[in-house]
């Protein structure tokens, strides 16, 4: 048994139990309230996507109680959208009204246009008449505009058996973000008790439904009661996401034409996979092949514009990847060039991207493209080191094939346009490997730090998902210090690594440097985790290097 | 690449015929150094009126890369960087080579409408590949000029032979600089800011344009570049600080600091490449039966520029072919007909084909001994470039960072919004840095 907060298991045990986690876990979150409009609308409101004068609008209705999240059941549903410049409605600027029902699940998605740049809004959703829960939300700046700053909240990889997302509540407390940058594992496909909490994976929440989801009404109803944490329900609520997707939202380790976790007993893979992105296209709000429309496609990479200051480029580094390398241990196929991890058409759009006349070229990465070497991590420690960033083999495979290691031509191709190019400020902004981590990225990295770099890399913890520490059982910041010492040994570029806290991160872009505070939280299954700020580490413009910063930015 | 082409007449006899003609009048002060400074004025210039007390500076430290001015190497340029406006995402221009960029600067306009696309071009009415350093070859008016036309002085302190050629008498004064420049036709940093010097306090024009060519000279030779290691090159970067260091002061001491900007910016960075990694057209392009003896290139460094000289109704296949086997060759980026590319916008007298190489790699042509150099520049890795404004006026902004792309062609518009003056015909193709109103 791990340090697990002892009333919490039995409050999840309780809920488990009683065969009801999921309406448990939601009048836990809300215990008075019972009103018309929280049963209608359950799963809260969201917006994402920001432009300068549009902005993705979600929502859920429950128009009778018997249309639940992948139920199939209920009618065409009428439901009013309202955008407001003002709390109390009283000066609202755009509105319409949509249908939706059973097809989609009864999601309400919609592009809100005609707004003004760089303006915040409030915005709410009226059905059978229940009014949803008020929304903010905020316009990107205008593309010729110079913005002072661009901040954004940096989360990913959220287990909800793991424990509470007390992440996104502070990141919900904050007003000073402009968005909030997921970076992928949104949600889990696993069953109760496969993944939870620590080396015992005890689940601080069960997973709804009680399996691992495979059909199109187990990935609805898992999106609704992530949807339904009040944690996760608040930061919605405050702050428009920007999404892109890892492996978790369709299943572990994917790659184009499968998955580690598929197997042939449950279907054909490309058919759980479209079943999967048609159930995130209804559920988040972002806009899929450049739509707000579900059904239209799912190109999930994107662009999205900060005036001159910045451009997001958002990767899908799962739907186009050639498999994994099967046998990590210096297998050449890590350098095979036939093999993708982005696919051509999105490596040549990302190329694009950086030669962009935008100062900072910020690249939503869900998986790691700095180098890293395990060569010299103790080897009673690979195994848990394995766990938490994926495939390292115990007989010491160097490197993680799931990353851009195990891709070495894109990531070569890439590193070469930056430096024939002579692009500067390229940022890449990544999650996955449940660890925080600031890098350069050397062209070089045997000779560094003789020789240059073409970009940083700033990785986010895991909002709840087991690292280090989880793994291996021990107190934080004693095992994995020489974990950490060892891999910054061999892999001079990494400036930066805790492999122990989870929490979130906010990245803070002005004309003269992009700097990532790193905030990490109490215990996961403590319900009202505290946070902490940690680290920050910051790259001047122009440098390409990272360098660490004695405080974070203010407003929190 | 700066030094490979052949002159025909040089740009310093020329200017001593200005001398000898009685064109322009000499005047020979003491520097700072002790050494004397050799002053030339315009004939019939009169002293600076009193229409304004504003005085700009122009310091180009010349192939210096962005992330070179940094703290512990270059203090002096970084302290008027942080205490100014810093544009950090600043970029040189088609071709990234000295010439071009340094008319970029003072005509505000690109070379399709300068007339100035690189530092070498084959001269289809010569016959010849020649430097772009004759006063002819600016085809617009310069920033120098319209400051002229308001009653304004200027001045040039210009360390290379082919920018002194170039920009020949459109300054008010001229630095002189023939009895110090030795055999790499460069005069050295420390007598080109006490050239600057001089003609500050001497004549006080409202601007001076200053290339300091000791970063770029020696970069070019850098052994060490390829390594990464660039230890001669960070002797330089160190001893040019030192001079950039110097002017601040003697604006400060002389009282013009609170009625001055001073822009810093390079014409281009620098970029190196080992001897095995150079591209060597000449012979790829006389192989092809197509092309054999109608190809001429004009060897700039990054960028080599490839000229159809045979039948014009055959350009287009020719062109096409130029394309094709360039790209096909190892070290080349790309090759692109500028006039299908909307980016170069170089002109006619670029050639038919502009090829760029990678990072790391350099030209040679038509020779292969042509380009010895490990130092080179004119491809698109050698655009990002330093960029700032400092200096003591109000209009300054204070430790501001701007996140609009700065670049070569900015630098008039700037001038021109500082002193009042208008845009040129047909507008400028940058535009002015400084805060609006």
């Excluded at chain 1, 010492?485 to 400036?495: D, F, G, K, L, Y």
Aim: with cysteine; glycine share 8%.
């Amino acid at each position: 048994m791990t340090n697990l907060d002892r009333r919490t298991v039995l409050a999840s045990g309780a809920a488990g139990a009683a065969g009801a986690g999921l309406a448990v876990v939601s009048s836990r979150a809300r215990p008075a309230a019972a009103a018309p409009s929280d049963q209608v609308f359950r799963q809260g409101v969201a917006s994402g996507d920001p432009l300068p004068q549009a902005v993705v609008l979600w929502t859920r209705v429950t128009p009778t109680p018997d249309v639940t999240p992948g139920s199939g059941l209920g009618r065409a549903t009428k439901v009013r959208w309202e955008v407001a410049e003002d709390a109390g409605f009283r000066r609202v600027v755009r509105s319409g009204t949509l249908t939706t029902g059973p097809e989609s699940d009864h999601t309400v998605k919609v592009d809100a246009t005609g707004l003004a740049p760089d303006t915040a809004y409030h915005y709410r959703f009226v059905s059978g008449g229940s009014t949803s829960p008020v929304g903010r939300t905020r316009t990107a700046p205008a593309e010729t505009s110079t913005p002072a700053n661009l901040r954004l909240g940096v989360v990913s990889c959220a287990n909800l058996q793991a424990g509470w997302f007390s992440a996104y509540r502070h990141l919900a407390a904050r007003d000073d973000l402009h968005a909030v940058l997921h970076l992928g594992d949104y949600l889990y496909e696993y069953a109760p008790g496969e993944y939870g909490y620590g080396r015992s994976n005890v689940d601080v929440r069960p997973h709804d439904p009680p399996t691992e989801m495979v059909q199109l009404a187990d990935y609805r109803r898992r999106h609704a009661q992530y949807k339904q944490d009040p944690d996760l329900q608040a930061l919605h609520a405050r702050h428009p996401f920007i999404v892109t997707w890892d492996d978790h939202e369709v299943t572990n380790d994917a790659w184009r034409d499968g998955a580690e976790n598929h197997q042939p007993e449950e279907g054909d893979y490309a058919t759980r996979r479209a079943t999967a992105h048609r159930a995130y296209d209804e559920w988040m709000p972002v806009r899929m092949s450049g739509t707000a429309a579900t059904g239209d496609g799912t190109q999930l990479f994107r662009r999205l514009r900060f005036g001159t200051l910045a451009e997001l480029s958002m990767l899908d580094l799962r739907t186009y990847r050639d498999q994994q390398v099967a046998t990590p241990l210096m297998d050449p196929a890590i350098d095979d060039p036939d093999r993708t991890i982005t696919g051509r058409a999105q490596l040549d759009w990302l190329k694009d991207s950086l030669v962009a006349p935008v100062q900072w070229k910020l690249v939503g990465n869900p998986v790691m493209i700095a180098p890293v070497t395990f060569a010299q991590v103790p080897k009673d420690l690979i195994g848990p080191v394995d766990d938490v960033t994926g495939i390292l083999p115990r007989d010491g495979a160097p490197y993680n094939v799931d990353q851009w290691d195990g891709y070495t031509d894109d990531r070569r191709e890439l590193l070469g346009h930056i430096r024939d190019r002579g692009l500067r400020d390229v940022v890449f902004l990544t999650g996955d490997i449940h660890s925080a981590w600031a890098c350069d990225l050397p062209h070089d990295p045997a000779t560094y730090p003789v020789g240059d770099s073409a970009g940083v890399e700033l990785v986010c913890t895991s909002v709840t998902s087991n690292n280090l520490d989880d793994i291996t059982g021990t107190p934080p910041r004693t095992a994995s210090l020489s974990v950490e010492a060892a891999i910054q040994t061999s892999n001079r570029h990494v400036r930066y690594l805790n492999f122990d806290d989870h929490g979130y991160s906010v990245l803070d872009v002005t004309p003269a440097r992009t700097q990532m505070d790193f905030y990490v939280i109490g215990d996961r299954a403590d319900r009202n985790a505290t946070s902490t700020w940690t680290a920050s580490w910051a790259t001047r413009s122009g440098t390409n290097k990272v360098e660490p910063v004695g405080r974070p930015v203010t407003g929190a | 690449m700066c030094n490979q082409t052949k002159r025909t007449t040089t740009a310093f006899t020329r200017g001593l015929d200005d001398l000898r003609t009685g064109r322009r009048s000499l005047l020979k002060v003491a520097g700072a150094g002790g050494a004397t400074v050799a002053i030339s004025t315009a004939l019939g210039a009169r002293p600076a009126a009193a229409a304004t007390t504003r005085r700009a500076y122009v310091l180009v430290l010349d192939g210096c890369r962005p992330d070179e001015v940094t703290a512990p190497l270059m203090p002096r340029a970084a302290a008027l960087r942080d205490g100014g406006l810093n544009h950090p995402f600043a970029s040189s221009m088609p071709v990234m080579e000295t010439i071009p960029n340094h008319v970029m600067m003072m005509t505000g306009v690109r070379p399709d409408r300068s007339g100035v696309p690189a530092n070498s071009i084959y001269d289809r009415a010569e016959g010849v590949v020649r430097d772009m350093d004759r006063p002819s070859d600016i085809r617009v008016p310069t920033v120098l000029e319209q400051l002229g036309a308001a009653g304004l002085t200027t001045g040039t302190v210009l360390s290379k032979e082919y920018l002194y050629g170039v920009f020949g008498d459109r300054a008010t004064h001229r630095w002189e600089p023939f009895p110090v420049v030795p055999v790499s036709g460069h005069a050295p940093d420390q007598a080109t800011m006490d050239a600057a010097v001089a003609m500050v306090e001497q004549h006080d024009p409202h601007l001076v344009f200053v290339n300091l060519g000791d970063v770029d000279r020696v970069g070019h030779s850098d052994v060490t570049g390829p390594l990464s290691l660039r230890l001669a090159r960070q002797a330089a970067l160190a001893a040019t600080d030192l001079q950039v260091g110097r002017f601040v002061d003697a604006l400060k001491a002389s009282g013009r600091w609170a009625d001055s900007i001073v822009i810093v910016l390079a014409d281009h960075s620098m970029d190196w490449s080992r001897p095995d990694s150079v591209v060597h057209l000449q012979p790829v392009m006389d192989a092809d039966p197509l092309l054999a003896g109608n190809v001429v290139i004009a060897d700039n460094g990054g960028a080599d520029l490839l000229y159809w000289t045979g039948d014009p109704a055959s350009r287009a296949a020719a062109v096409a072919r130029m394309i094709a086997l360039a790209s096909e060759t190892p070290g080349v980026l790309e090759a692109l007909d500028p006039l299908v590319d909307p980016t170069l916008r170089t002109g006619p007298l670029a050639g038919d084909v502009v090829v760029h190489c990678r990072a790391g790699w350099r030209f040679t042509d038509p020779d292969v001994w042509s380009n010895p150099i490990p130092g080179n520049h004119g491809h698109p890795a050698t655009r990002p470039i330093p960029w700032f404004i400092g200096g003591g006026h109000p209009v300054v902004p204070r430790g501001v960072s701007a996140s609009e792309q700065a670049r070569t062609i900015d630098v008039a518009p700037t001038l021109a919004a500082y002193f009042g003056l208008g845009a040129p015909e047909g507008g400028y193709d940058g535009s002015s840095r400084l805060p609006a109103g």
